[in-house]
DNA sequence: CTGAAAGCGCTTACAG
DNA sequence: CTGAAAGCGCTTACAG
């Protein structure tokens, strides 16, 4: 038989209410039945059930997190802090992973988080079709945040970093070791990310003077940063450095030209973005923007919450600074900046 | 206020338990009555709540998944299988992140996930401090399957691949190839998975004759295997193939080469192991060998559904096998094997 | 500081 | 096929 609360009070002489107390730290109870009680537990090896728990309270004290891949370091970090952060808080972690693809039919139908109320509240994390998950949530009235939201105008609570700040760092950087033939790759316009960054990329450049070297478009992979920069190795005029909008591509077009017998940075600058596991690794180590993984977790978490326990009324918005990371895949571009151990 | 099975019930003007059977598409309902409920809970938008279907079945219908990181194809691949899987079956994911290290303070204190019962089984993905784990879930009684397990002899349900067998197929390749001063370099001893591989290499190596050319241990990462075959590149006798334990430290391999003008598979072949995302977009593509995600996440869930249900009672224990893929990282000694459009 | 009672929102036999 | 009643295991006012 499957202990309850009533048989750890039988063992302790107290009622189930004093051991209810303890159970939720309560102060009101004497030091003496207090250890009775954690005794008793101790020795029926008593845990508590969730759900009579949750009924009672009326929260369920879960957290649901919704995201489309897990192969990302930035969404790793996210649901790594938010995991810790939230379990701080006595809260539970639920993932959910929503396809990959945009267009997939799961668009019709609800996310199964949303089904039975089983969370207190969401972290939607970087939502591709936000419109509906917010329509959805406020409908049902389960509170919610936004993490990486991709549309600008969303009356939600969100938390985003500035890519804006992180493109024009990304070129600033650049231009500060000298160089002016930059490009950047951008990615998919679909993101609000891409989007920013390659502002920040345009307005740095006209900040110094220069037009945009070169502006191509590209997917956030490695591929596509390898093709891009073999079209490049076909042309006269290539540029010097480029910022490419995600790791992956920087990595891409780092391979493109070593494949082609050039050097990096040598032969060309790199600066990626996300600060990935492989960047620090890879050689050679790459410069790029770190995003504040755990600082959009940890404001994330503690917004929901404020939101769940009504602290927190109006929407609120937090916008968190990225920061660049100087490795050695950037250097001036007769490449003497090198100061690495190779 | 919030709207419960019973405004449900009014409104079709039925009683609490017709909403209740038609919630859990019990056949003894009038299809006249159905049609009603249905209509009443999508005007009310009304959503079970599943603190009290639990309390009520005596299940939560969440299960658990422990891993300690997410920045690996492989977990991720399973964790996103076994999400899917149990979808199927109507249950949730609860997910609970350990620390990476192994010898930290989490030894002690139990799972958060153990701690209430939150969950009616739980998957627990390459433990590797499972003596504890094992011990602890057959105390409090969950249902427990063991994935990709470090210790040979755990009287538990588990679900592995055979390293072993990925090992011998992958040093086979190299020899089929014609290759005889073939390394390997393997993880950690702590890693049954590292064990096995290598004594899969030790094992085709001897197999053809030749006793293991070179072997030397490894951290499963991109630097280590860098450093290593920088070193090889200062002796005379090196390597004409490796057999690297994972796509990490394959890639590093393959880096130190070509950083030292050097050209993978011309100079030297590689085979890695666990078909990284990016194992099939850098260059060359990395051949490796393959884990079976999705079935060791079928296997993993159907297993667990199975004990849950009290279907299985004795511990039962699967295996699948690895898959080796051929890319562009190999090719025979000469370099002339090579069938790739560069 | 402690306990009796009601209630959280479902599901499950049991009758009909 | 349908419903009245009990029960799942807690927590929360309310008295004392």
Redesign the interface.
């Known amino acids: 038989m499957k202990i309850s609360i009533f048989d750890v009070a039988k063992r302790a002489g107290v009622s189930v209410v004093t051991v209810s107390r303890v159970l939720n730290d309560s102060p009101t109870v004497r030091e003496n039945n207090r250890q009775k009680v954690r005794q008793a537990i101790k020795e029926l ?1 008593y ?9 009672a309270r009326g929260k ?1 004290g ?1 957290i649901g997190l919704t995201l489309t ?3 990302d ?1 930035l969404f ?1 970090g996210i ?2 802090c938010v ?1 810790d952060a939230l ?1 701080e808080h006595g809260y ?6 929503g396809p990959d693809t945009s267009d997939s039919d799961w668009g019709e139908g609800s996310n ?1 988080l ?5 969370v207190d509240g969401i972290i939607v994390l970087s939502p591709l079709k936000e419109e509906n998950d917010v329509l959805e949530l406020k ?2 009235k389960i509170p919610f945040v936004l993490v990486d939201n991709q549309l600008e105008d969303m009356s939600a609570s969100v938390v985003n970093v500035d890519n804006y700040m992180g493109g024009l760092e990304a070129t600033r950087h650049l231009l500060s070791l000298g160089h002016t033939k930059i490009a950047h790759i951008a990615g998919p316009e679909l993101y609000r990310s891409a989007r920013e960054r390659k502002r920040g990329y345009i307005d740095a450049m006209a900040e110094a003077g220069h037009p945009p070297f070169l502006l191509v478009d590209s997917d956030f ?3 596509s940063g ?1 093709d891009i920069a073999k079209s490049w190795l076909a042309e006269g005029d290539r540029p010097t450095a480029v910022f490419a909008a995600d790791d ?1 591509i920087a ?2 077009v780092i ?2 030209f ?2 082609a017998g050039l050097h990096v940075p040598r032969d060309l600058s790199v600066i990626g973005y996300d600060d990935q ?2 960047s620090s ?3 050679p180590r790459l410069t790029t923007v770190r995003q504040p993984s755990e600082g959009m977790a940890q404001e994330a978490v503690k917004l929901l919450l404020k939101i769940v326990n009504g602290t927190q009324k109006r929407n609120a918005s937090v916008k968190l600074e990225p920061k660049l990371i100087v490795r050695e895949s950037t250097a001036s571009p007769d490449g003497r900046t090198l100061e690495i151990d ?1």
Do not use: C, M
Request: no cysteine; proline share 2%; aromatic share 12%.
């Open positions: 090896d845990r508590p059930n969730s759900a009579a728990r949750s009924l369920t879960v891949t897990l192969q370091s790793d649901v790594k995991n379990k539970f972690l639920a993932l959910s992973i199964f949303y089904q039975e109320d089983r409908r049902k992979d490695i591929r390898f992956f990595l891409g391979e493109a070593r494949d596991a492989f690794a890879i050689h190779r």
